[in-house]
């Protein structure tokens, strides 16, 4: 064999072994993602499951310990929702009931219309502003713990879902309207699979069939284009683009978690907010089930000067929600070179993101409390639709492993906003970064205290 | 960098474990309609709670006026679906179809017909 050829060899193996594993490349996953079964079989049992639910949170027990709808909504899904988003991106968001309703209403009635300029522009600070007023809204009317709230919420959703369904194309309202999408966005930034286009094939297509779809399968419903996608927020893998690519040019690959967040092409000031603002609100959702919660409360009603809940709990509301987003522009101004505004609002976008590990730490941490201590619920109140009558001790571990589980939770996430703060900085000394590394350890040592306290029920 | 990584996770871990036993005991205190309780030691506070009826337990943490909030549980009394929430629901969204009905059906057919 000459030279020449074993250095061809080389560099060919060279090359297969840096080129990133392609789940598009194991049969069975590609018969999986290219049947015109999927995600569509997924999609009807879920909103099967999903009706069926509905029902019972708007005409069942109104006892959130005894209705099914509840406790599979807010014990099951709400906790197992973070980790879907780290392990499978927006998977959940291909099968999600509210995205399937989406699709038979514009099928059906939809005028498909373009997306409003104003949602494209304003959309993730609608999102932004949509989950605040949810989380916000919860607490004043108690939509969590009531199942007729939680039902009012679904068909809200439902509502806002038919009506831009009908008008709009695509997924106008999962992607620009959401609270969900928009969470969903964030977290699978941090997630650990990615769909891309392959470069080299994509340069050579004309039929851009991703985007626009042919006449066997729809476009991306996101509005994405895989050739020059470069992030994993808007994509919902539903394998459309999969389908519809004359060159098998997608592929779908493992990455490391929060790899995404180290080199964010076009950093946006509405991403790092909802950075900001979920961290709020894992905090409002931690102190309110914290049974120091009614002393916290007493402490604000001397300042406000009134026992009104609604008052008292929308100033500990704001303030949690200030506290992240202050902490955050603060530190963005701290290690500004001068003090100009544009390089504080850079740091700020940028350094936002670094926010998130912990974020999706904090929801988790904070979900795994109910999902364990809470956890039986699902079984018992499954088992009572069929005229049964379980009860007792809804607990699947101790309080204490579940706190240790927290911490460890807590631990994983302020590494991966760590070491992002430090990809982000372009790997720069630690005194220079100090600022947000210390930011880092305020979130994650606040979320540590908070777990440290004794907690009550959901259900 | 693995290492450093690691050596944080076990100090966390060994940092915190403590208040995690620590606070085990107080955990779940106040629990007395059997969710989630775990069979734990009382402490001084839980004495005071376990002398309480859940009523009155319940009173405690409604100390102020009006309603929400988590985790305050009050008695159920069942209540029968709202009809009027879930027609009011029903007729906007109906009236969102009829929107799309008319504009896919009527008004582009008409438009093309004439």
């Given at each position: 064999m000459t030279a020449p050829v074993k250095n061809t060899q080389k560099t060919l193996a060279a090359a297969t072994a840096n080129a990133k594993m392609n789940f598009m490349n194991v049969p069975w996953i590609r018969a999986v993602i290219k049947s015109r079964w999927y995600p569509g079989i997924i999609q009807w049992m879920v909103l099967a499951v999903f009706s069926f639910i509905v029902f019972e949170l708007v005409a069942g027990t109104v006892n959130p310990s005894r209705n099914f709808g509840t406790?599979?909504?807010?014990?099951?899904?709400?906790?197992?929702?973070?980790?879907?988003?780290?392990?499978?991106?927006?998977?959940?968001?291909?099968?999600?009931?509210?995205?399937?309703?989406?699709?038979?209403?514009?099928?059906?009635?939809?005028?498909?219309?373009?997306?409003?300029?104003?949602?494209?522009?304003?959309?993730?600070?609608?999102?932004?502003?949509?989950?605040?007023?949810?989380?916000?809204?919860?607490?004043?009317?108690?939509?969590?713990?009531?199942?007729?709230g939680s039902g009012n919420m679904?068909?809200?959703?439902?509502?806002?879902?038919?009506?831009?369904?009908?008008?709009?194309?695509?997924?106008?309202?999962?992607?620009?309207?959401?609270?969900?999408?928009?969470?969903?966005?964030?977290?699978?930034?941090?997630?650990?699979?990615?769909?891309?286009?392959?470069?080299?094939?994509?340069?050579?297509?004309?039929?851009?069939?991703?985007?626009?779809?042919?006449?066997?399968?729809?476009?991306?419903?996101?509005?994405?284009?895989?050739?020059?996608?470069?992030?994993?927020?808007?994509?919902?893998?539903?394998?459309?683009?999969?389908?519809?690519?004359?060159?098998?040019?997608?592929?779908?690959?493992?990455?490391?978690?929060?790899?995404?967040?180290?080199?964010?092409?076009?950093?946006?000031?509405?991403?790092?907010?909802?950075?900001?603002v979920i961290m709020g609100i894992v905090f409002v959702q931690n102190i309110t089930m914290l049974e120091i919660w009614q002393e916290i409360l007493s402490a604000i009603g001397k300042v406000t000067g009134t026992t009104n809940y609604n008052v008292n709990f929308t100033v500990a509301f704001v303030i949690s929600m200030m506290l992240p987003i202050g902490l955050l522009w603060l530190t963005a101004k701290l290690t500004a070179s001068k003090e100009a505004a544009e390089k504080v609002r850079e740091n700020f976008v940028r350094f936002g993101y670094a926010i998130i590990p912990l974020d999706l730490a904090g929801h988790l941490a904070h979900n795994l409390f109910h999902a364990l201590t809470e956890g039986k619920a699902i079984w018992f109140n499954t088992i009572n639709l069929f005229g049964y009558q379980l009860s007792g001790d809804l607990s699947l571990t101790s309080a204490g492993t579940v706190q240790i589980l927290q911490y460890i939770t807590v631990v994983l996430g302020f590494i991966g906003s760590a070491y992002s703060v430090y990809r982000i900085g372009g790997r720069a000394s630690w005194r220079k970064l100090l600022p947000y590394y210390t930011l880092m350890i305020l979130l994650a040592a606040a979320n540590i205290y908070l777990f440290s306290l004794p907690m009550m029920h959901r259900v | 960098m693995k290492r450093i990584a690691l050596t944080a996770a076990l100090a966390g871990l060994l940092l915190f474990s403590g208040t995690a036993l620590a606070d085990e005991q107080q955990k779940n205190d106040g629990h007395s309609d059997g969710h989630g309780t775990t069979q734990v030691q009382p402490t001084a506070n839980d004495q005071q709670n376990m002398n309480m009826t859940p009523e009155e337990h319940q009173n405690m943490n409604m100390g102020t006026e009006g309603k929400g909030g988590h985790?305050?549980?009050?008695?159920?009394?069942?209540?029968?679906?709202?009809?009027?929430?879930?027609?009011?629901?029903?007729?906007?969204?109906?009236?969102?179809?009829?929107?799309?009905?008319?504009?896919?059906?009527?008004?582009?057919?008409?438009?093309?017909?004439?």
């Open positions: 406790s599979m909504t807010w014990v099951l899904w709400w906790p197992a929702i973070p980790v879907l988003f780290l392990v499978l991106g927006r998977f959940w968001c291909a099968v999600c009931p509210f995205g399937k309703i989406s699709d038979i209403v514009r099928k059906l009635v939809g005028s498909e219309k373009p997306m409003p300029k104003f949602l494209k522009k304003y959309g993730i600070w609608l999102i932004d502003l949509f989950f605040i007023m949810i989380t916000w809204s919860d607490h004043v009317w108690g939509i969590v713990e009531s199942p007729r679904l068909l809200l959703l439902a509502t806002g879902v038919i009506a831009t369904s009908v008008f709009y194309e695509r997924r106008t309202f999962c992607k620009t309207l959401c609270f969900l999408g928009g969470v969903a966005g964030n977290y699978s930034r941090s997630g650990m699979l990615e769909l891309r286009g392959t470069p080299e094939i994509c340069k050579t297509c004309k039929s851009q069939s991703c985007y626009k779809g042919n006449e066997k399968v729809d476009g991306c419903p996101m509005f994405e284009f895989a050739r020059t996608m470069d992030n994993s927020a808007d994509c919902n893998l539903c394998g459309n683009c999969v389908k519809s690519c004359p060159n098998n040019s997608i592929r779908i690959s493992p990455r490391k978690p929060t790899s995404e967040l180290w080199g964010i092409k076009k950093p946006r000031i509405e991403h790092a907010f909802l950075a900001a | 985790g305050s549980h009050e008695d159920v009394v069942e209540t029968p679906p709202n009809i009027p929430v879930l027609s009011t629901f029903a007729a906007i969204n109906a009236a969102f179809l009829l929107v799309g009905i008319w504009n896919k059906w009527v008004r582009k057919k008409g438009g093309a017909s004439a």
